[in-house]
């Protein structure tokens, strides 16, 4: 119970706001801003320590919603760098983004984690974690050669091979390439690329 009381103190920091010294809000202008803590904000990433070189006294995180927002400052208040598992399926891909965009490893380990898992029981995601990770790639010092990429981009095309061959079964690959053709492309060029026929 000490232990417990002890792991949970700085999250109990974030809930009560004590000498909170920053805000930080979400892109929804609707939504009120997240009282924080400099130094928390700091020691977790390096990108974030760099925004705040300046004393700011507000931060907006463009590409989140009030509640990914919410939920990405609580793994950044945890001691053992976890998050609930409802919450994480939910933001999976924003918490993802966050990860590579703020330069927090273990939020991108946990974050792939998730995402891999739930493109294997849903085929179809592989297309938005394509795009995704091509989007990260085009805006973030992200290259094909980071881990995070591979591991992603090489789940994604291997679930993408699966899901390809679903549609061809049941007579909707045309449509899929009439509307995602660039995608289908990457995948069928991946499949021969790394598959040897047998």
């Known amino acids: 119970m000490a232990e417990q009381a002890f792991m949970d103190g700085l999250s109990e920091?974030?809930?009560?706001?004590?000498?909170?010294?920053?805000?930080?809000?979400?892109a929804d202008s609707f939504s009120?801003?997240?009282?924080?803590?400099?130094?928390?904000?700091?020691?977790?990433?390096?990108?974030?320590?760099?925004?705040?070189?300046?004393?700011?006294?507000?931060?907006?995180?463009?590409?989140m919603n009030f509640e990914e927002l919410d939920t990405f400052l609580s793994f950044l208040y945890t001691r053992t760098g976890t998050i609930p598992q409802g919450l994480l399926e939910k933001h999976?891909?924003?918490?993802?983004?966050?990860?590579?965009?703020?330069?927090?490893?273990?939020?991108?380990?946990?974050?792939?984690?998730?995402?891999?898992?739930?493109?294997?029981?849903?085929?179809?995601?592989?297309?938005?974690?394509?795009?995704l990770n091509q989007r990260l790639l085009n805006g973030t010092t992200y290259t094909e050669n980071t881990l995070h990429y591979k591991k992603i981009?090489?789940?994604?095309?291997?679930?993408?091979?699966?899901?390809l061959l679903m549609r061809l079964e049941s007579g909707s690959l045309l449509d899929l390439v009439k509307t995602e053709p660039e995608l289908v492309l990457k995948i069928m060029c991946w499949y021969i690329k790394n598959v040897s026929p047998e």
């Open 32 to 63: 009120p801003g997240i009282k924080a803590h400099k130094l928390i904000l700091r020691a977790r990433s390096t990108v974030v320590k760099g925004m705040l070189a300046s004393g700011e006294e507000s931060l907006t995180v463009p590409d």
């Open 92 to 131: 999976s891909k924003s918490l993802y983004k966050a990860g590579v965009t703020y330069d927090i490893p273990h939020l991108c380990d946990i974050a792939a984690a998730e995402i891999i898992r739930s493109m294997k029981l849903d085929h179809s995601e592989c297309l938005s974690i394509l795009s």
């Open 153 to 163: 981009q090489g789940a994604a095309l291997d679930v993408g091979v699966q899901y």
């Open 13 to 26: 920091v974030k809930e009560a706001c004590y000498l909170s010294d920053i805000v930080v809000r979400s």
